[in-house]
């Protein structure tokens, strides 16, 4: 068609993009699947969510929410519907409704057949021996009996876990006072929850490697991080981790991405380790999702976690994932134990004031006591070196400052937001 002055040209109605791009579903609608949403928007996409209701973190931002419980065949059958590839934002999705899915031909990533190792510490635990997985000695406890032989086993006192279902440290017990241990495994074995004893491991530090596979079979790492837990619940991500030897590193790295291939993984996986006193790596546990260990590379990698658990389970090619800074601290925002007078938004207005390179990522949820209502990333100044404890160490307390402050309204350092001063 020619365009003249009186007919202006009207261009051909297209198909719309979105209709011909990928849908991507993840099951629950938390902060990850918000994040991954994220991610999805900047690959052309949306990502449909299974969720238990409409103030959840991801259904307040995804146009494509199905509502609905994890737990329920059908609900996971109608989310499912059309979908290109069927993720997690968690790992409690009953295998047996994952199989029926995979059944009838919905691509399950990652599989439940390798998600099992990630939902059962008991499972998980056989199979890296198998794979000769650094770990530390374990045994299932199925009576209070049990205990005696564990104790002589393990040495004492030991870790007791819920095999399935514990999160954030809910489900881990040290207990050095036997006869309470023995109220705690009577208790949760009347309740049917499954459990597992473990050496005590007497570690420095907590690490994680996180890897990304795809159903093709490529594999990319990130580089080692160091984590660091409040009250069994993480706080502090350092990326790289500080202080790790290249070769321990390095050999971290190949050791996740073996396990990813080995079980069959596609997406993310973080593989929380324990760094010992004399600098051995043993496995903790597997999450295979988007974890928060990685959400540092959001703003401080080339490919965050969020984009690249899409391109695995899209089977597209994987992203680079070098790091942009010599070091970027994530810090979690954990809710004060009484929401502020002060409102977030007033709270972020004095933040970028102050710190106005600070990444903020907050996830829609209300403020609760301890709750991750969202995390910052802080990235360390191009001319510092990660070898240098001091510029570390300075990026860290920034970081820690900056989420602090979101949570609680107060400033670490007496700063007087108002007079620019120091209390
Ligand atoms: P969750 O699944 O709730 O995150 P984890 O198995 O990761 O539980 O354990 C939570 C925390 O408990 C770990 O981050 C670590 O600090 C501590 N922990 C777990 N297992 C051991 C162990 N075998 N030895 C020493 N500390 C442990």
Known sequence: MTATPDSPSRPEPTRSLTTTMPVVTMIGGGQLARMTHQAAIALGQTLRVLAADTDEPAAQVSPDVVLGSHNDLDALRRAATGAHALTFDHEGVPTEHLEVLQREGVAVLPPPQ????????????????ELGAPMPKFAEITSVDDIVTAREHL??????????????????????????????????LGRDVPLLAEEKVEWRRELSAMVARSPFGQGASWPVVETVQRDGQCSVVIAPAPDLPVD????????????????????????????????ELIVNELAMRPHNSGHWGMDGARTGQFEQHLRAVLDYPLGDTTPLAPVTVMANVLGAPEAPAMSMDERLHHLFARMPDVHVHLYGKGERKDRKIGHVNVLGDPSGSLDDAAYVAAVRERAERAAHWLAHAQWTDGWNEHTGEKR
């Open 114 to 129: 390798a998600l099992i190792h990630a939902q059962d510490k008991i499972v998980m635990r056989k199979r890296l021996g």
């Open 155 to 188: 040495g004492w006192p030991f870790v007791l876990k819920a095999a399935r279902g514990g999160y954030d440290g809910r489900g881990v017990w040290i207990v050095e006072d036997a006869d309470e241990l023995a109220g705690i495994v009577a208790d949760q």
């Open 248 to 279: 321990v590193s390095a050999a971290a790295e190949q050791l996740a991405l073996r396990i990813a291939g080995e079980l069959g993984v596609v997406g993310v996986m973080a593989v929380e380790l324990f760094e010992t006193r004399t600098g």
